[in-house]
């Protein structure tokens, strides 16, 4: 005799659930990743390795504590080539690499990275060996030297100047010393923790 009063009851509850769940609200839905920004900051991360740093904005290197660089100054040869120190320091120098199609980048990345780069700067008509010592973006000026005698030999040129004198003199071409063999891959290697590849697939390098 109670069934009309529950099943009142029951049909009453069930129409509030209805009505309190309804359909979802106009405007409000869920946001949705976007699969084409994903995808554009995957490829981004995935252009430069993950040991790329950059090359800073400034840098330096105390060229008076690489003996290897004083014992080559000392006994430089008197070259108007960068080439030919290939040849003429054979038997004095163990390892030396000559690199070809640098850019200004390219030196910056060798400071950083600890090498000093040996190149012929040409100025009225003379030219001189010298080493780059460091740089400065602020200032856009390079800063070149002797390590026998940094402080003394020391120029300043702006980047417009240097670039002027180190193509007239080098050819766009640099020497590097170091304690170790340095091959075209190891110096490849060495730029990609600093510069995009196309700034440097054109280098090539000779060394012994």
Not at 24 to 34: D, F, K, Y
Not at 169 to 177: A, H, N, P, T
Not at 180 to 203: G, S, V, Y
Request: charged letters at 20%; glycine letters at 6%; hydrophobic letters at 40%.
């Amino acid at each position: 005799m109670h069934t009309p009063f529950y099943y009142t009851v029951s049909t009453v509850a069930l129409c509030l659930l209805v009505v309190s769940c309804g359909p979802a609200p106009q405007g409000e839905r869920m946001p949705i990743p976007s699969a084409t920004r994903a995808q554009s900051a995957s490829t981004e991360s995935q252009k430069l390795p993950a040991s790329w740093t950059g090359v800073s904005s400034a840098a330096s290197i105390d060229v008076t504590k690489k003996p290897l660089l004083k014992t080559f100054f000392r006994t430089a040869p008197s070259v108007t080539r960068l080439d030919d120190l290939y040849a003429t320091t054979r038997g004095t120098v163990e390892n030396i690499a000559v690199v070809s199609n640098c850019n200004l980048e390219v030196l910056k990345s060798f400071v950083v990275t600890g090498w000093a780069p040996v190149i012929l700067l040409r100025r009225s008509g003379k030219g001189h060996l010298t080493v780059v010592m460091g740089y400065n973006d602020v200032a856009q000026q390079i800063q070149v030297g002797n390590p026998l005698g940094a402080e003394r030999a020391e120029r300043r040129l702006t980047y417009s100047d240097f670039q002027k004198e180190w193509i007239t003199g080098s050819g766009s071409k640099c020497v590097l010393i170091t304690p170790q063999k340095l091959n075209e891959a190891a110096i490849h290697t060495a730029l990609k923790k600093h510069l995009p590849e196309d700034l440097f697939a054109r280098i090539q390098v000779r060394s012994r």
